[in-house]
C-alpha cells in the first residue's frame, strides 16, 4: 500500500497550489482521509481530514476560509487545494488515510511533499 502525495512546490504569498495524494495497493473508499503538514522545529499538525462520502470535512483554523480537501473515490485519491497561501503554509503536506477512532492513530501515510510560499 502507498500514499503518494504531489504537487508541491514553491509559491508566493497569495498563490495557490493544489496537491494530490494517490493510493495503490488498497481502495480507501470506506476510510477517512487527510492532510498533515509539519514546518520545521514544529510537529506535525492537521491541516483537513475528510468523510469516507466525503460530505463531512474538517479544517484546522490556519485553513480554513483559503484551502479545501476533496476526494475522487474512483481515483482512490485526496486532494487539497490552497489559495491565499501565506509564507507561515511553508512545511512539507503529508496524506493519511484509514483514520482508526479506537487508536486514535493513522494506519497508512504518504511520504510527504514541500511547500514554500516565499514572502
Known amino acids: 500500500v502507498q500514499l503518494q502525495a504531489f504537487g508541491g512546490g514553491l509559491v508566493q504569498a497569495g498563490g495557490s497550489l493544489r496537491l494530490s495524494c494517490a493510493a495503490t495497493?488498497?481502495?480507501?473508499?470506506?476510510?477517512?482521509m487527510g492532510w498533515f503538514r509539519q514546518a520545521p522545529g514544529k510537529e506535525r499538525d492537521v491541516v483537513a481530514t475528510?468523510?469516507?462520502?466525503?460530505?463531512?470535512?474538517f479544517y484546522a483554523d490556519s485553513a480554513k476560509g483559503r484551502f479545501t480537501i476533496s476526494r475522487d473515490k474512483a481515483k482512490n485519491t485526496v486532494y487539497l487545494q490552497m489559495n491565499s497561501l501565506k509564507p507561515e503554509d511553508t512545511a512539507i503536506y503529508y496524506c493519511?488515510?484509514?483514520?482508526?477512532?479506537?487508536?486514535?492513530?493513522?494506519?497508512?501515510w504518504g511520504q510527504g511533499t514541500l511547500v514554500t510560499v516565499s514572502s
Open positions: 495497493g488498497r481502495a480507501f473508499s470506506s476510510d477517512i
Open positions: 475528510i468523510s469516507s462520502s466525503g460530505t463531512i470535512t
Open positions: 493519511a488515510a484509514a483514520y482508526s477512532p479506537r487508536s486514535g492513530t493513522w494506519n497508512y
